[in-house]
């Protein structure tokens, strides 16, 4: 009887980690892993781009407000746009610099 028993859990436990699902996947019923991996839905993105894309986009912002201001500066980096718009302020006027 405990020799059935310890044969049933083991085939259970195979039969689990046979399984064709992710180990997160909650309805453990799909065909293959990449259905499984497809119905959950989920993306792969890359912490480092996406810093580097929010950097970007602050900088082009900025770029783009000093512009509407009339101030033309040295190029689309912070510290060159930071720079244009204090020699315009100091001047009190719109600057190419």
Known sequence: MQKQQNSQQRDMEITFSMSNCRSGC?????????ECAKAANFSITD???NAASKLVNKELNAYRN???????????KIKDIEKAVRMSDKAGKALQA
């Open 26 to 34: 909650k309805t453990q019923d799909h065909a293959n892993w990449g």
């Open 66 to 76: 000093a512009r509407k201001d009339g101030i033309q500066p040295a190029s689309t």
């Open 47 to 49: 912490p480092l781009s």
